[in-house]
């Protein structure tokens, strides 16, 4: 199967609950690799790489509700684009 990378923009409230560093236990656990980092509008952009199956999982994470995931913040919406993967390594919360 062939790797894919995910740029995702969260909106809502994530900054200063934890998210980064939620998203990055999350998206080791699935086998993926990139990133998750503030930015300066109050959204967090997510880069994550792996197999398509895990990417997707990750996505359908971010937009869980926080009673059924303990995912901390609140997230209003996920804006996500695919691209070809590039080769990253390791998570990072930035």
């Known amino acids: 199967m062939t790797d894919v990378r995910l740029t995702a923009h969260v909106?809502?409230?994530v900054q200063g609950v934890g998210f980064r560093w939620w998203t990055r236990s999350r998206a080791l656990e699935l086998g993926?690799?990139?990133?998750?980092?503030?930015?300066?509008?109050?959204?967090?952009?997510?880069?994550?790489?792996?197999?398509r199956g895990g990417v997707d999982t990750l996505v359908e994470l971010l937009?869980?509700?926080?009673?059924?995931?303990g995912?901390?913040?609140?997230v209003?919406?996920?804006v996500?684009?695919?691209?070809?993967?590039?080769?990253s390594a390791g998570f990072d919360a930035r």
């Open 63 to 69: 937009r869980e509700q926080p009673s059924t995931g």
């Open 11 to 13: 909106h809502g409230n």
């Open 80 to 87: 996500e684009r695919y691209s070809k993967a590039r080769g």
């Open 76 to 78: 209003d919406a996920v």
């Open 32 to 51: 993926l690799a990139g990133y998750a980092k503030n930015l300066d509008d109050g959204r967090v952009e997510v880069v994550a790489e792996g197999e």
């Open 71 to 74: 995912r901390p913040g609140r």
